[in-house]
């Protein structure tokens, strides 16, 4: 039986200067432009929340998978979007006609392919997927600085050769919803979704002989006590961002998205330090020229981006969990330096990061989700041998 | 690293962040040298100029059209991106260019 983990106390002070600091900001996006950023803004704290308080990782689930067929962290994805599609599937398929939401739709081509692949490599190397990097930064990590100032030169640099990347062959746009209806792609994507959750069960138990259950958590403290402290189970996680995932789709009309923000703030700051956009066709127009010459806070990734750091911050006060103290070595930072900009660079191509494409085309029932899941998790692969090579992780035992 | 170096880090980074989003919002908040807006009455409804600054949050794009930035931001990651989507650089939708909506469904403009 594995012992409790030791249990912190709440920095009070990070606590309190954090709940002024979210409400202050909300309530300001409230007067400044109305209520629907400000509860927005608050649904990406409760995701920030849920994230640090369950420990929910896209990058270290899969790493743990391939390594040593750690599965629950796997699984708990697997359940996050199949509950995800029972939600969004009828929403998306016109069963509620009164509520009009979009899906987080791309093309299935090489672009996706290609950009999945590099997010996954990056997403090792860089110690953080997209909302895992936001989710260690508000955690205080000082080594995720590193790849967040890297992820957001690589999607400004996405930007200029994206649309290089859409010229290459592609299917376009398929969603299983327009072409299966939304009961018939529901059903079929839950028959998928359950053939994988038991794969990895097997692998897992095979290797293992055993089964960790999603709601097992190292913790001594009662529910009310650990719902506010932490540490959460998985299957916590799961609920918290299920809830906040339908609250945003609900209120923003579409998926909660991440990585778009990064090229808002990069080109921002290029901008601002004198760099000339002029000429990237992508800022050029449309909703990105909007986003540019308006206000960050005008944006609504942004905005929810600020609210997952600001939540993550103010769990881990409550844990006492914030700034830990790392050895950052030489090997780690180049490898955060050329993960950052991966992770960047494919989630620009890829149409989103593990949210806004891998979760969100897959709840939206598009099919450039599924290709994110294969073409990232073989980047992820490549990326655990990378992390070996580079001297990052010890070698894998080879187990029968 | 020690914990007290990354809580000093990690203020710094977020004061700077902060700084930098106060003074991003406050430069894009500057009133106009000159009113630069045009109102255009169709019947009862009215929309602003393209580049006027109640375009973000009135019109044409309000919060409740279909293009607006809280409704639906039309961003790479959104669906309604480059292709086949109302808010694509090449469809009537650009917003610096004409309405989201068609002339006939444009909503009420919010005053002021």
């Given at each position: 039986?594995?012992?409790?983990?030791?249990?912190?106390?709440?920095?009070?002070?990070?606590?309190?200067?954090?709940?002024?600091?979210i409400?202050?900001?909300?309530?300001?996006?409230?007067?400044?432009f109305?209520?629907?950023?400000?509860?927005?803004?608050?649904?990406?704290?409760?995701?920030?929340?849920?994230?640090?308080h369950?420990?929910?990782?896209?990058?270290?689930?899969?790493?743990?998978?391939?390594?040593?067929?750690?599965?629950?962290?796997?699984?708990?994805?697997?359940?996050?979007?199949?509950?995800?599609?029972?939600?969004?599937?009828?929403?998306?398929g016109?069963?509620?006609?009164?509520?009009?939401?979009?899906?987080?739709?791309?093309?299935?081509?090489?672009?996706?392919?290609?950009?999945?692949?590099?997010?996954?490599?990056?997403?090792?190397?860089?110690?953080?997927?997209?909302?895992?990097?936001?989710?260690?930064i508000?955690?205080?990590?000082?080594?995720?600085?590193?790849?967040?100032?890297?992820?957001i030169?690589?999607?400004?640099?996405?930007?200029?050769?994206?649309?290089?990347?859409?010229?290459?062959?592609?299917?376009?746009?398929?969603?299983?919803?327009?072409s299966?209806?939304?009961?018939?792609?529901?059903?079929?994507?839950?028959?998928?979704?359950?053939?994988?959750?038991?794969?990895?069960?097997?692998?897992?138990?095979?290797r293992?002989?055993?089964?960790?259950?999603?709601?097992s958590?190292?913790?001594?403290?009662?529910?009310?006590?650990?719902?506010?402290?932490?540490?959460?189970?998985?299957?916590?996680?799961?609920?918290?961002?299920?809830?906040?995932?339908?609250?945003?789709?609900?209120?923003?009309?579409?998926?909660?998205?991440?990585t778009?923000?990064?090229?808002?703030?990069?080109?921002?700051?290029?901008?601002?330090?004198?760099?000339?956009?002029?000429?990237?066709?992508?800022w050029?127009?449309?909703?990105?020229?909007?986003?540019?010459?308006?206000?960050?806070?005008?944006?609504?990734?942004?905005?929810?981006?600020?609210?997952?750091?600001?939540?993550?911050?103010?769990?881990?006060?409550?844990?006492?969990?914030?700034a830990?103290?790392?050895?950052?070595?030489?090997?780690?930072?180049?490898?955060?330096?050329?993960?950052?900009?991966?992770?960047?660079?494919g989630?620009?191509?890829?149409?989103?990061?593990?949210?806004?494409?891998?979760?969100?085309?897959?709840?939206?029932?598009?099919?450039?989700?599924?290709?994110?899941?294969?073409?990232?998790?073989?980047?992820?692969?490549?990326g655990?041998?990378?992390?070996?090579?580079?001297?990052?992780?010890?070698?894998?035992?080879?187990?029968p | 690293?020690?914990?007290?170096?990354?809580?000093?880090?990690?203020?710094?980074?977020?004061?700077?962040?902060?700084?930098?989003?106060?003074?991003?919002?406050?430069?894009?908040?500057?009133?106009?040298?000159?009113?630069?807006?045009?109102?255009?009455?169709?019947?009862?409804?009215?929309?602003?100029?393209?580049?006027?600054?109640?375009?973000?949050?009135?019109?044409?794009?309000?919060?409740?059209?279909?293009?607006?930035m809280?409704?639906?931001?039309?961003?790479?990651?959104?669906?309604?991106?480059?292709?086949?989507?109302?808010?694509?650089?090449?469809?009537?939708?650009?917003?610096?260019?004409?309405?989201?909506?068609?002339?006939?469904?444009?909503?009420?403009?919010?005053?002021?």
């Amino acid at each position: 039986m594995t012992e409790p983990v030791q249990q912190h106390k709440a920095n009070r002070g990070l606590v309190l200067l954090t709940t002024v600091g979210i409400l202050s900001l909300s309530l300001f996006l409230q007067l400044e432009f109305g209520l629907k950023p400000a509860l927005l803004f608050l649904a990406g704290t409760g995701l920030g929340i849920s994230l640090l308080h369950a420990a929910f990782s896209f990058s270290t689930a899969w790493r743990e998978f391939i390594r040593c067929r750690e599965g629950e962290g796997i699984r708990s994805q697997l359940l996050l979007f199949m509950l995800a599609s029972l939600l969004f599937f009828p929403l998306l398929g016109n069963f509620f006609p009164q509520i009009s939401v979009t899906g987080a739709l791309g093309p299935v081509g090489i672009s996706v392919l290609a950009g999945a692949f590099l997010f996954g490599i990056g997403m090792e190397l860089g110690n953080g997927c997209g909302s895992g990097t936001l989710r260690s930064i508000g955690g205080g990590h000082v080594n995720m600085l590193i790849t967040l100032i890297f992820f957001i030169i690589g999607s400004l640099i996405g930007t200029a050769h994206l649309q290089w990347w859409l010229e290459l062959p592609s299917l376009g746009k398929i969603s299983l919803i327009e072409s299966l209806g939304w009961l018939p792609a529901l059903l079929l994507q839950l028959v998928v979704l359950l053939a994988l959750y038991g794969l990895v069960r097997q692998a897992e138990k095979r290797r293992h002989g055993r089964l960790t259950t999603l709601n097992s958590c190292n913790s001594d403290r009662n529910v009310l006590h650990r719902m506010i402290f932490g540490p959460w189970p998985l299957s916590w996680g799961v609920a918290g961002l299920l809830f906040f995932s339908i609250i945003t789709l609900l209120i923003a009309g579409h998926p909660w998205s991440i990585t778009f923000a990064f090229g808002l703030w990069g080109a921002k700051i290029w901008t601002a330090l004198g760099g000339d956009i002029s000429t990237l066709s992508y800022w050029g127009s449309g909703y990105p020229a909007q986003a540019l010459s308006s206000s960050v806070l005008a944006d609504i990734t942004s905005v929810m981006n600020f609210g997952v750091i600001l939540g993550a911050t103010l769990a881990a006060g409550l844990a006492g969990s914030f700034a830990p103290a790392k050895e950052i070595r030489l090997n780690m930072i180049i490898n955060a330096v050329i993960g950052g900009l991966l992770l960047g660079y494919g989630a620009r191509l890829a149409f989103g990061c593990n949210i806004g494409g891998l979760y969100g085309g897959i709840a939206s029932g598009s099919v450039h989700g599924w290709l994110w899941l294969v073409a990232g998790f073989a980047g992820t692969i490549a990326g655990v041998y990378i992390r070996i090579l580079t001297g990052v992780d010890r070698p894998m035992r080879v187990r029968p | 690293m020690k914990r007290k170096h990354s809580k000093m880090i990690f203020g710094s980074a977020i004061s700077l962040a902060t700084l930098a989003v106060a003074i991003d919002h406050t430069r894009h908040s500057l009133p106009e040298p000159e009113p630069r807006r045009i109102e255009v009455t169709a019947g009862t409804q009215t929309r602003c100029a393209p580049d006027s600054p109640c375009v973000m949050y009135d019109q044409p794009c309000s919060l409740d059209s279909p293009c607006s930035m809280y409704n639906n931001p039309c961003a790479l990651e959104s669906p309604c991106s480059i292709d086949e989507n109302p808010c694509s650089i090449d469809s009537p939708c650009s917003l610096y260019d004409k309405p989201c909506v068609p002339e006939d469904s444009i909503p009420p403009c919010a005053q002021g």
